[in-house]
């Protein structure tokens, strides 16, 4: 069973700076990409880009290039997702999902809520 | 980039078949996948590869996808099946990237 449990709820000034985390169960990640999927309030499903936990191989969506970091920590089986410059239209749920590479994401974290509000 | 095109809406009477679709160039050469999401919850997989159901999902629900249209047919639809759809592709052709289609609002009349 794979499991993806993620950071809590956050609130940002605009400027700032947000890092979600999204612990993996043991080896649940072996072959597999962690993606990150952002999801505004009342608005569909966005890719914002993949990262490797096996090379640190990561593509970044062209929206998010300069602003988004994706990370591995392998001691604590943790990704983590930083997004800088944060703006008030950045409020949204961010979501961690597991991927083989070109092929379906098949497990998903329960999503963390970033707001964004002076 | 790609565009996935979806309905923003499909409306159905319990017991009936929902048909929601996805439109993109030259879908029917890619693999396209299914996500339904519930208020408040995480997507979960319905459909992948088209056609191929995972584990736990009703054979109510069920894919094809040729040409530039990819459907997600849901047949005797229940009260539970009331959800956002998600059509999903991975566009090789551009930059690895994930693309999503923008949603169908699934209501249960």
């Known amino acids: 069973q794979v499991h993806l449990v993620q950071s809590g709820a956050e609130v940002k000034k605009p400027g700032a700076s947000v890092k979600v985390s999204c612990k993996a169960s043991e080896n649940t990640l072996v072959g597999y990409y962690l993606h990150w999927v952002r999801q505004a309030p009342g608005q569909g499903l966005e890719w914002m880009g993949w990262?490797?936990?096996?090379?640190?191989?990561?593509n970044y969506a062209q929206k998010f290039r300069g602003r988004v970091t994706m990370t591995w920590d392998a001691s604590f089986s943790t990704a983590h997702m930083e997004l800088s410059s944060l703006r008030s239209d950045d409020t949204a749920v961010f979501y961690c999902a597991r991927a083989e590479y070109g092929d379906n994401i098949d497990s998903w974290g329960q999503g963390s809520l970033v707001t964004v509000s002076s | 980039s790609y565009v996935l095109t979806q309905p923003p809406s499909v409306s159905v009477a319990p017991g009936k078949t929902a048909t929601i679709t996805c439109g993109g160039n030259?879908?029917?050469?890619?693999?396209v996948h299914w996500y339904q999401q519930k208020p408040g919850q995480a997507p979960i997989l319905v459909i992948y590869h088209n056609r191929d159901r995972p584990s736990g999902v009703p054979e109510r629900f069920s894919g094809s996808n040729s040409g530039n249209t990819a459907t997600l047919t849901i047949s005797r639809v229940e009260a539970g099946d009331e959800a956002d759809y998600y059509c999903q592709v991975w566009d090789s052709s551009s930059d690895h990237n994930v693309v999503f289609g923008g949603g169908t609002k699934l209501t249960v009349l």
């Open positions: 990262f490797s936990p096996n090379n640190g191989a990561s």
């Open positions: 030259h879908l029917g050469s890619k693999s």
